[in-house]
């Protein structure tokens, strides 16, 4: 089916791009005639819901509006549950439809948007759990090859919002649907600080983190229907203990945590709020005044601004603490002069 090509009411930041050929994907019979008939070298690129994009002015070849849908529960045994989800579907109201169903594993990923496809592109996070713990497997069309493959989780390589599809050796995978393991039994994941502060029972439920997740989200997270965002902008950085020495000399404060691997995670917003950032705008983006980590828009339409204000608090970064702070969304597409994913 064609769309109308204009894409700022398809990505949280409202920029303004032109895809050269929007086509909305209903199915997987319908990816396969399509890659088909796609010239071999042309760009095919993916779009879900647009909230972790920053888009160029034009994104030449074809665009795949993602829009499988779809849920079925493959088997249940009365404990464990083997769910696939189309990859067009809602990510929250798979949230909630599953909760409801006793489903349990997802409610600290609760309204976190995009689709289901997505979720495993950057294994999304939020409150201690990432997706990655229970998907089983990750359904995938090669976008040059036309090969359907179901990759497990270690083919996935899943990492703190990184995945292989994120990289040379998983790019060219489309993600058609996305099977969970979910349990009747899944133990409430109540740890993370800001969860437990808000949590009032001793043996809290999941009910009640579902409910305190999504209390905690819309109090301090700017909605992208109201303020044009992308939730955080940065990944916190990961390094090597013996390269965080000197920082700790330097600023004792820092908050860190524990990685996998023996590595260490550095709050990128700790970073950012040390420089002054948080409230500054520059070109119709600002620092949100709540979290220094997210940016939202304040009138820019189009992806340099965000980049040259995202470019600029990186460098002080850099310059100040010799931490390389990495983006979170992707770039896509061309503007004049300054190219990224082709
Ligand atoms: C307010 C707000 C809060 C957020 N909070 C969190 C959070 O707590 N934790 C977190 O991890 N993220 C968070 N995010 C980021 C975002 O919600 C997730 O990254 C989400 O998974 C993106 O889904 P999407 O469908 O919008 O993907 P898009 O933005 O459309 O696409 C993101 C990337 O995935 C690729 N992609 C999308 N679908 C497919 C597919 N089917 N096959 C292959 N590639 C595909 C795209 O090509 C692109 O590279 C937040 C965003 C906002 C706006």
New binding site residues.
Partial sequence: MGLADNLSTR??LRLMSEAEHLVSVSSSGQLDGLLRDAPQDAAI?????????ILHDTLPGTTIV?AIEGREVISDDGQKILLRAG?GEN?HSLVLWCHHQGFHGLAN?AL????V???P??????YGVEVAQWIHGVH?THRRTGRHAVLTPDECGFRY?DSV??HAAGED????AVDFELSRDAPVEADYPSLRARLTETEPTHDAVLASVMAI?RER????VITP????FFKNPIVAEEDLAQLRADYPELPVFAAPEGRIKISAAWLIDQLGWRGREQAGVRVSADHALVLEGCGARLATPWLALSDAIAESVKETFGIVLEL???V?GVSMGCADDG
């Fill in positions: 990505n949280t690129r993916v779009l879900g819901e647009g909230s972790n994009v993602m990859a990510w990923l976190i948007p995009g689709s496809g997505a979720a592109i950057q294994n999304i996070g939020a995938a919002r599809f994120k995978w489309i993600i058609t989200r997270l700017p909605d992208p965002n992308v939730g955080s979170e969304p992707i896509m």
